[in-house]
T-cell receptor
Framework: DAKTTQPPSMDCAEGRAANLPCNHSTISGNEYVYWYRQIHSQGPQYIIHGLKNNETNEMASLIITEDRKSSTLILPHATLRDTAVYYCIVRVAGTGNQFYFGTGTSLTVIP | DAGVIQSPRHEVTEMGQEVTLRCKPISGHDYLFWYRQTMMRGLELLIYFNNNVPIDDSGMPEDRFSAKMPNASFSTLKIQPSEPRDSAVYFC???????????FGNGTRLTVT
């Protein structure tokens, strides 16, 4: 039951902003949008999450459209170490509603 | 904070042998999850615990798999007997409150020959 759709792969030039899109057209009003990334041979790493408002932290920014049917993760100045698979997950905050990972977007940052 | 700690990092065993994977969650986290990752199936949730009690084990593939959490700081995932198709990376993750994000360990790469 795929709740999110992401492009399978993207490239980004080093130093430029990486904009990773995610469609979640069936999202419910109480479902959060979470972003994780997985660098080869490591466990998934939490990046950011949000409900309605745009969010920013030291790693990235999350832009959620007003209708909440899509979102974009922005890495403002991509580095080679940002090369990873990025997962967009929607989830209701509460017990019994767990994190299900799709296939994600494989981001390659090019020197 | 040391993060979620898993051991061993790598395990190679022969078919039919028992395998035990170990996990120490982040202190204070009351949810613990076991995931399995393969190229074919991606990341799959196997089982999760809340306050040391198994809540949902519907992702456990077969009776050969079992998981325990004897206390808040330790969990095991056991496969007995192991089969080649169990070869995968097994991740443990923990989180605090219900809206908190998951924190993953670096996984155990299991190879069953």
């Amino acid at each position: 039951d795929a709740k999110t759709t992401q492009p399978p792969s993207m490239d980004c030039a080093e130093g430029r902003a990486a904009n990773l899109p995610c469609n979640h057209s069936t999202i419910s009003g109480n479902e959060y949008v979470y972003w994780y990334r997985q660098i080869h041979s490591q466990g998934p790493q939490y990046i950011i999450h949000g409900l309605k408002n745009n969010e920013t932290n030291e790693m990235a920014s999350l832009i959620i459209t007003e209708d909440r049917k899509s979102s974009t993760l922005i890495l403002p100045h991509a580095t080679l170490r940002d090369t990873a698979v990025y997962y967009c997950i929607v989830r209701v905050a509460g017990t019994g509603n767990q994190f299900y990972f799709g296939t994600g977007t494989s981001l390659t940052v090019i020197p | 904070d040391a993060g979620v700690i898993q051991s061993p990092r790598h395990e190679v065993t022969e078919m039919g042998q028992e395998v035990t994977l170990r996990c120490k969650p982040i202190s204070g986290h009351d949810y613990l999850f076991w995931y399995r990752q393969t190229m074919m199936r991606g990341l799959e949730l196997l089982i999760y615990f809340n306050n040391n009690v198994p809540i949902d084990d519907s992702g456990m593939p077969e009776d050969r798999f079992s998981a325990k959490m004897p206390n808040a700081s330790f969990s095991t995932l056991k496969i007995q007997p192991s089969e080649p198709r169990d070869s995968a990376v097994y991740f443990c993750a923990s989180r605090g409150g219900v809206s908190s994000p998951l924190h993953f360990g670096n996984g155990t790469r299991l190879t069953v020959t």
